[in-house]
């Protein structure tokens, strides 16, 4: 058990070992860690910043990652400060946007969520301690220790000269993840990458049940100008401010080259003045990050070291959510490891029963993965944007169609016909 402080500030008597270090504690690191002490593992939280901090995103979540936070055992009711939604308001091929509510179903709830990540992050930072996680802010590690002999990974340093040692070592520390390229793991690139940015607008839009997504994200007049691969989100926070922003997929010729920032500004300048997404009610700066889609860095275990969310390249092609399978690798990563530890760590079986983890992955999302990178492809050529958005986002049984297949929310035994068809397409594609 952990002997954190209640704040989660370690205390000056914090063991440098244990079962497992994890390395980050955005929602991927707190959750594993979570899992892990649940377990009964010592368990090492290393995070670089100090909470509460800012992290950019969109601050929507859907009834995927809301079904991730009531497994984690979090309380999500409005009570306890979340904002619920019904579903998403999609903008695309028509002058009225179709609210589509999220779908009824055995496996995920019908509801998503609302909360910034300055929050959400301290809450499952929080959540991981209050489970016995031992939490040390401030810890911005700069490297592994390797095993000369093995070259598996024994513990990790930080910039500030501390070494922590564990038989096990997650990196939960995102896309650019600085420990996974110590190790020689390099991104992929045969795999999709989005970039993001966002930012904050005071406005009376602030109150929406609906998250709201916009799948035509032209770059300046509407049906005038260059139809951008991506979607555009307008997320009401509740206290007076809407989250707004955009996402772009590499598949476009124009990315990389596009400035992202003033492309925001092009398309909320066509949205209705009194919405109020104008620069003189902007709160905060224009802020990006990287997308890093379909498994983009493999393999998720090896040499003792193991790879959760953006680290390991988790976030979904059609829709840009990372939070969802962050939480959901997480889950995957400490059921491995618990029962690698309880074989013996480093030891045969043990090695075997990490393979669980990478399987259930490729098992679980590979085929999925698969379809959005073709996805992805596709919607990169403004021909095929031209006629998905002119005949296909018009119609509304297509569309309730592509929300299950955007957002990932089938049932997975039985379900409707629109479930069995996704289900069926993932199962054929290969793995990601």
Same mark, same amino acid.
């Given at each position: 058990?952990?002997?954190?402080?209640?704040?989660?500030?370690?205390?000056?008597?914090?063991?440098?070992?244990?079962?497992?270090?994890?390395?980050?504690?955005?929602?991927?690191?707190?959750?594993?860690?979570?899992?892990?002490?649940?377990? #009964?593992?010592?368990?090492?939280?290393?995070?670089?910043?100090?909470?509460?901090?800012?992290?950019? &995103?969109?601050? %929507?979540?859907?009834?995927?990652?809301?079904?991730?936070?009531?497994?984690?055992?979090?309380?999500?009711?409005?009570?306890?400060?979340?904002?619920?939604?019904?579903?998403?308001?999609?903008?695309?091929?028509?002058?009225?946007?179709?609210?589509?509510?999220?779908?009824?179903?055995?496996?995920?709830?019908?509801?998503?969520?609302?909360?910034?990540?300055?929050?959400?992050?301290?809450?499952?930072?929080?959540?991981?301690?209050?489970? %016995?996680?031992?939490?040390?802010?401030?810890?911005?590690?700069?490297?592994?220790?390797?095993?000369?002999?093995?070259?598996?990974?024994?513990?990790?340093?930080?910039?500030?000269?501390?070494? $922590?040692?564990?038989?096990?070592?997650?990196?939960?520390?995102?896309?650019?993840?600085?420990?996974?390229?110590?190790?020689?793991?390099?991104?992929?690139?045969?795999?999709?990458?989005?970039?993001?940015?966002?930012?904050?607008?005071?406005?009376?839009?602030? *109150?929406?049940?609906?998250?709201?997504?916009?799948?035509?994200?032209?770059?300046?007049?509407? *049906?005038?100008?260059?139809?951008?691969?991506?979607? #555009?989100?307008?997320?009401?926070?509740?206290? #007076?401010?809407?989250?707004?922003?955009?996402?772009?997929?590499?598949?476009?010729?124009?990315?990389?080259?596009?400035?992202?920032?003033?492309?925001?500004?092009?398309?909320?300048?066509?949205?209705?003045?009194?919405?109020?997404?104008?620069?003189?009610?902007?709160?905060?700066?224009?802020?990006?990050?990287?997308?890093?889609?379909?498994?983009?860095?493999?393999?998720?275990?090896?040499?003792?070291?193991?790879?959760?969310?953006?680290? #390991?390249?988790?976030?979904?092609?059609?829709?840009?959510?990372?939070?969802?399978?962050?939480?959901?690798?997480?889950?995957?990563?400490?059921?491995?490891?618990?029962?690698?530890?309880?074989?013996?760590?480093?030891?045969?079986?043990?090695?075997?029963?990490?393979?669980?983890?990478?399987?259930?992955?490729?098992?679980?999302? %590979?085929?999925?993965?698969?379809?959005?990178?073709? $996805?992805?492809?596709?919607?990169?050529?403004?021909?095929?944007?031209?006629? &998905?958005?002119?005949?296909?986002?018009?119609?509304?049984?297509?569309?309730?169609?592509?929300?299950?297949?955007?957002?990932?929310?089938?049932?997975?035994?039985?379900?409707?016909?629109?479930?069995?068809?996704?289900?069926?397409? &993932?199962?054929?594609?290969?793995?990601?």
């Amino acid at each position: 058990m952990s002997n954190a402080k209640p704040d989660g500030a370690a205390p000056a008597d914090t063991p440098t070992e244990s079962d497992v270090i994890v390395v980050g504690a955005g929602p991927g690191g707190s959750t594993t860690a979570a899992y892990l002490a649940r377990h #009964g593992l010592s368990v090492t939280l290393l995070e670089k910043s100090h909470f509460p901090r800012e992290k950019v &995103c969109g601050d %929507g979540l859907t009834p995927r990652a809301t079904r991730a936070l009531t497994r984690l055992g979090i309380d999500t009711s409005e009570e306890n400060g979340w904002l619920h939604n019904k579903g998403l308001r999609v903008y695309g091929g028509r002058t009225e946007p179709f609210e589509l509510p999220w779908p009824e179903l055995t496996d995920f709830p019908p509801y998503g969520l609302v909360r910034p990540r300055s929050d959400f992050d301290d809450i499952l930072a929080r959540h991981a301690v209050a489970q %016995g996680a031992t939490l040390i802010e401030g810890a911005n590690v700069d490297g592994a220790v390797l095993d000369d002999r093995t070259g598996r990974i024994t513990g990790v340093s930080t910039k500030d000269g501390r070494t $922590f040692s564990a038989p096990y070592v997650v990196a939960a520390d995102g896309n650019s993840s600085r420990l996974s390229v110590s190790m020689g793991l390099n991104k992929r690139d045969d795999r999709p990458m989005g970039v993001a940015v966002r930012t904050y607008y005071t406005s009376p839009r602030t *109150h929406d049940d609906y998250l709201e997504s916009w799948l035509e994200l032209w770059d300046g007049k509407p *049906h005038e100008s260059t139809l951008m691969p991506g979607y #555009g989100w307008i997320f009401g926070m509740g206290d #007076g401010t809407s989250n707004v922003g955009l996402g772009v997929l590499n598949t476009s010729k124009s990315f990389g080259k596009t400035d992202y920032r003033e492309l925001l500004k092009r398309w909320l300048d066509n949205t209705p003045e009194e919405w109020g997404f104008r620069d003189q009610n902007m709160v905060g700066k224009v802020q990006g990050a990287a997308l890093p889609m379909a498994f983009n860095r493999q393999p998720h275990y090896g040499r003792g070291l193991v790879l959760v969310g953006d680290a #390991g390249g988790m976030v979904n092609p059609f829709n840009g959510e990372g939070i969802a399978y962050a939480m959901e690798s997480a889950e995957l990563a400490a059921a491995a490891l618990a029962e690698a530890l309880s074989r013996g760590a480093g030891t045969s079986s043990a090695e075997k029963a990490m393979q669980a983890y990478p399987q259930q992955l490729k098992s679980s999302l %590979g085929g999925y993965y698969r379809l959005g990178t073709i $996805f992805v492809q596709l919607i990169g050529d403004p021909r095929i944007m031209h006629l &998905c958005t002119k005949y296909g986002l018009p119609r509304k049984t297509l569309m309730r169609f592509v929300l299950k297949l955007l957002a990932n929310l089938t049932d997975a035994h039985g379900g409707d016909a629109m479930d069995r068809i996704i289900n069926a397409l &993932c199962k054929a594609a290969p793995s990601a």
